[in-house]
T-cell receptor, first 113, second 112 residues
Framework: EPEVTQTPSHQVTQMGQEVILRCVPI?????FYWYRQILGQKVEFLVS????????KSEIFDDQFSVERPDGSNFTLKIRSTKLEDSAMYFC???????????FGDGTRLSIL | QKEVEQDPGPLSVPEGAIVSLNCTYS??????FMWYRQYSRKGPELLMY????GNKEDGRFTAQVDKSSKYISLFIRDSQPSDSATYLC????????????FGKGTLLTVNP
């Protein structure tokens, strides 16, 4: 069964450094999402991406965050200058079309020191 | 009032028991309702997906949606130790907006 893949599985970074989290959504999917889950808290929406542009973003998704789909397969989340509070699991998800459910990757655990 | 509320548990049941998990929500715009299972350090895995009100059954799992009460449920029959995980409810308005709003998750342990 097709799946969403995310790399790396664990990223450790010094505060203030830039990180790029990578996702390969399911082939032919059209809508892409990033969520995060701080330890012990609920999964929170960050940003949605469709037709090569951001369709919606949350309050969390400030100027330090950006997303890109550099080619036909990858979908990336960049955090420009990481903070301690950015430590979380980051999940990528994709949808094949309108009205279909989201399928998630296994996430990247981001640890900021 | 939180947009989606879910009792975090933990919930511990013996093998073979019927498990009932539920969520309430406040946003009447939600049209799509999902249940995900999440194992430790893994991503949410889709279990059930329903649109609007009604019931949906898939094997040992039954999802119910009551939009008039803003209440959704997941029932697990003949629970197995492998069902031990955190169960997340999630919902979205649909239309042009499919972003998910999650409950906090219920930690379930099925004891052999």
């Amino acid at each position: 069964e097709p799946e969403v893949t995310q790399t790396p599985s664990h990223q450790v970074t010094q505060m203030g450094q830039e990180v790029i989290l990578r996702c390969v959504p399911i082939s032919n999917h059209l809508y892409f999402y990033w969520y995060r889950q701080i330890l012990g808290q609920k999964v929170e929406f960050l940003v949605s991406f469709y037709n090569n542009e951001i369709s919606e973003k949350s309050e969390i998704f400030d100027d330090q965050f950006s997303v890109e789909r550099p080619d036909g397969s990858n979908f990336t989340l960049k955090i420009r200058s990481t903070k301690l509070e950015d430590s979380a699991m980051y999940f990528c998800a994709s949808i094949g079309g309108a009205g279909q459910p989201q399928h998630f990757g296994d996430g990247t655990r981001l640890s900021i020191l | 009032q939180k947009e989606v509320e879910q009792d975090p548990g933990p919930l511990s049941v013996p093998e073979g028991a019927i498990v009932s998990l539920n969520c309430t929500y406040s946003n009447s715009a939600f049209q799509y309702f999902m249940w995900y299972r999440q194992y430790s350090r893994k991503g949410p895995e889709l279990l059930m997906y329903t649109y609007s009100s009604g019931n949906k059954e898939d094997g040992r799992f039954t999802a119910q949606v009551d939009k008039s009460s803003k209440y959704i449920s997941l029932f697990i029959r003949d629970s197995q130790p492998s069902d031990s995980a955190t169960y997340l409810c999630a919902m979205s308005p649909g239309g042009s907006n499919y972003k998910l709003t999650f409950g906090k998750g219920t930690l379930l342990t099925v004891n052999p």
